[in-house]
Structure formats: C-alpha cells, structure tokens
C-alpha cells in the first residue's frame, strides 16, 4: 500500500503543475523537454529538435538534477536525449556519462571528485592487473561515487544487440586526435591458444598503438594514460579471446581514461559501449557489421543526399575508406577537443543512430566540396586528411536536423542493419565459393567474375 500511494504522489507531481514560481511549461523544460521559444538551424528549412541556450531552456544541471530526481517509470524517454544535445557540461560529464552507460563508480558525484578517488566498489573488483596502476594522485580512502538512480539505457537510445545502459565522460581536454595519425585499420588480432595468457603478437600490437594514443595531450599523460591503456586494453583482449584486440580501440578506451575514475571504470564503459551500439561485429569476424553499416549509410545518401551519392557512384568510391576511420574510434581520429566531446555527449546517450547521423552531417555539410570533384583521386585527397572545424552546435544540429536526414526510427536502422549484414555475408559466401572452385580447378579462371 506504502508503495502504491508513493507512486500516485509521484504520478500527481508529474501531472500537476506546481505552486510555486516556475509556471507548468518551465516545469516541462526543467525535466529536458522540449522548451517554448525558437530554435534555430544551420541549415534552412531545418528546425533543432531541443531548446538552445538563450531560448528559455533552465540551465543544464537544474534540468539534470530534475531528471536524476523523477521516478524512472514516468521520465519522459526523450527527455535525456534532448537535455544532452544541448551539450553536458565540464563538471557533470563524468556523472552523465556514468548515467548513460551504468558504469558503476562514475555516475555519481561530479567529474573532479570522481577523480579525485576510486570507487570502492570499483577497486573491489579491479583485476591484479588493472590494479597495478591507478590514476596519479588518487588518494587512500577518499570518497568514491555511488551507483546512479535511473533507468537502463533504453530511455532515448536506439535498439541494440545485447543489454543497455547509460553513461560517464570525458573531464578534460581530449586533445585532436588529428595529430596522431591512424592507419586504417588491420582485421583485428587473434589471441593464440596459449596458457600463459595473450600471444605475443597482440601485446606487439598493444604496446605499438599505446605509444601512438594521444602523445601529446597533457591530459592523458598526466593522468598515467599510457600505462592505464596498457592494461585496460591487456585485460579487454584477456576476457574476449575471440575479438582479442582490433586497432582504433585504443582510442575508445583513451577517452574513457580521461573521463572516467580508474582503470576499471575505463574498461567496464568499453565493455558497455560495444553491448549498447551493438558494433562487436566491427572488430571480428571479418569485420562484417562494419562493412555492412557502410553499406547502411551508402543507402541514407542515396536516399536523402543524392547529388553526394551520385559523385560517390561516379567516381568508384567506395564509403569503407572513411567509415573505417570514423567508426571504428567513433571519430577520435577526426573531430577536434570539443566537438568530440559533444559528439559523444549524445552518442553515448542515442546509441548507434548517432554514429549514422553524424556521419550523415560531414558529408552534408562538406557535399559543395563532394560535388566539385573531377576524379577518385581528388575525393581521396579531400577525405583522406580532412579535419572538420565545424562548430559543435552546427555539428549536431546538422545531424538531428529533420529537413536534412529526417526521422531514423529504432526499427527502421535496426532493419536496416539486418539486412544489411545478409548482404554482405551473402557476397562472402559467393565470393568463398568462387575461391575454393577455382583452386580445385573447377571453374576457368576468366568465368570466375563473370558469375
């Protein structure tokens, strides 16, 4: 009964307009709603799907703290995703992100004092080689955070393969990753069998993609990020044999590290990040799922950005040259500090709609340039060392811009996705059959491509 009462006090709170100051519609923007006032978009015709600063949006960590409070059961699933495009400020990252991806000991308390300590309960369940090294100047029995009220991460995220969540972020300065340079990505290593633990040839490549992570960011190596990485990665390659290790996660987990409280923490957000966007797939087994979501993003220009698609048909590009580079460290090797950062305020928070949306935004926003090329060579030469400079506001209303992409339903992209990955395992398998023919000498050789 006790139960039941509480929850019609809460339904009553929601419902009724308070007696206080704040009318009924500031109330409904304090909880990250869409608020009264006008919006504006970089592109025209186009309106921004949540309140900017200046229109009459409360400030982020009143509206924060209003979601935080409500009873998880009657939030409105759009609230969160409104209230962080509008983009989550410095000191309460590390808590929303923490949110966004149910890492425990990051979601609680602001991003300095999650720094400042460990969460116990992190360093209760660190492993030996995790806990050999933690964050500089993190002292012995200070506060850690507590594990953040709320619901998982359904609440405004898209559909996923595998459980969801919510989560923490990054503190300080990232640092362009455009200074260290990524090779396109290699098929990712595969741990021999061997008792001992890791083969030789992923710790090779381990320790090589360390010394190239973020050199030169203050903030990295202040906070002991080299050797942090070192073990994060160890360890996630140690509890998936089967993916191992696959270039670009180096950088995913090198955001993490700034962002997040401890080593484990670092490790525990990967691990969830992969589940929520459901991208495993990206870094094994042939990486199908990312040549299918290449082919999912081929399919959104032909559809909403022809003359682009066109250009791209024209000219025999093939989309994997930059999708290799932006998905796989979901644009650590393109974006500047704070685009970056913004970038993954929402990514952490939608899922994987935001990866196709912001991806769907560059080239728009670069489509004058697309149009202009005379040759393959020249589109290669224009993405290959691209950085775009864009503006974080003009970034993400580009990508949430309705009269640009238009609505990218759950079902819809997860459909898509599907089928997507069908295809291409389909072309694998013809193309195995056509390789094992030929080489028992079953098929002349010119017929081969013919089929």
């Given at each position: 009964m006790d139960l039941f009462l509480r929850g019609f006090q809460d339904l009553r709170a929601v419902l009724q307009p308070s007696s206080g100051a704040t009318?009924?519609?500031e109330q409904k923007g304090a909880l990250g709603q869409k608020a009264r006032g006008p919006s504006h978009s970089p592109i025209s015709g186009g309106v921004a799907s949540y309140p900017l600063e200046g229109s009459e949006a409360p400030e982020?960590?009143?509206a924060w703290k209003?979601?935080?409070s409500a009873n998880p059961r009657l939030r409105d699933p759009r609230a969160l995703p409104n209230l962080v495009r509008r983009g989550v400020p410095e000191e309460l990252r590390c808590e929303v992100w923490g949110h966004c991806l149910g890492v425990a000991g990051a979601s609680s308390g602001n991003s300095s004092s999650s720094r400042a300590g460990r969460s116990p309960s992190a360093s209760a369940t660190m492993s030996p080689r995790l806990e050999q090294v933690s964050t500089p100047g993190a002292g012995e029995g200070q506060g850690g955070a507590e594990d953040a009220e709320g619901t998982p991460a359904s609440e405004g995220g898209l559909e996923r393969e595998g459980q969801e969540g919510e989560a923490g972020g990054v503190g300080e300065t990232i640092g362009n990753a455009s200074e260290d340079k990524v090779s396109?990505?290699?098929?990712?290593?595969?741990?021999?069998?061997?008792?001992?633990?890791?083969s030789q040839s992923?710790?090779?490549?381990?320790?090589?993609?360390?010394l190239r992570t973020f050199p030169n960011n203050a903030v990295f190596l202040e906070r002991g990020g080299p050797d942090q990485l070192r073990c994060v990665l160890k360890e996630f390659a140690a509890r998936d044999p089967e993916l191992g290790y696959c270039q670009s996660l180096n950088f995913i987990a090198a955001i993490f590290i700034m962002a997040l409280p401890d080593g484990t923490s670092a490790l525990h957000a990967l691990e969830q990040l992969i589940v929520k966007l459901g991208t495993r797939r990206w870094y094994t087994d042939g990486m199908k799922q990312l040549r299918a979501d290449t082919v999912v993003l081929e399919d959104l220009l032909r559809e909403r950005l022809p003359a682009v698609y066109n250009v791209f048909r024209a000219h025999k590009f093939d989309l994997i040259f930059i999708t290799s580079k932006w998905f796989l460290c979901l644009f650590a090797a393109t974006l500047p500090d704070e685009a970056l950062r913004r970038v993954w305020d929402v990514l952490l928070c939608d899922g994987?709609?935001?990866?196709?949306?912001?991806?769907?935004?560059?080239?728009?926003?670069?489509?004058?340039a697309i149009l202009h090329t005379a040759s393959m060579d020249d589109l290669v030469c224009m993405l290959q060392e691209w950085q775009p400079d864009y503006s974080p506001e003009v970034l993400i209303q580009s990508a949430y811009n309705p009269a640009l992409i238009g609505q990218i339903s759950r079902s819809d992209l997860a459909q898509r996705r599907r089928a997507a990955a069908?295809?291409?395992s389909s072309a694998d398998t013809r193309a195995e059959m056509r390789n094992t023919h030929l080489r028992r000498g079953g098929v002349r050789p010119a017929s081969i491509y013919a089929r």
């Open positions: 009318s009924g519609s982020f960590s009143v209003a979601f935080c396109q990505p290699s098929s990712p290593v595969q741990p021999e069998s061997s008792p001992g633990g890791l992923i710790l090779d490549v381990i320790e090589a993609d360390v994987i709609e935001t990866v196709f949306r912001v991806s769907f935004a560059l080239l728009a926003l670069r489509a004058d069908d295809k291409v």
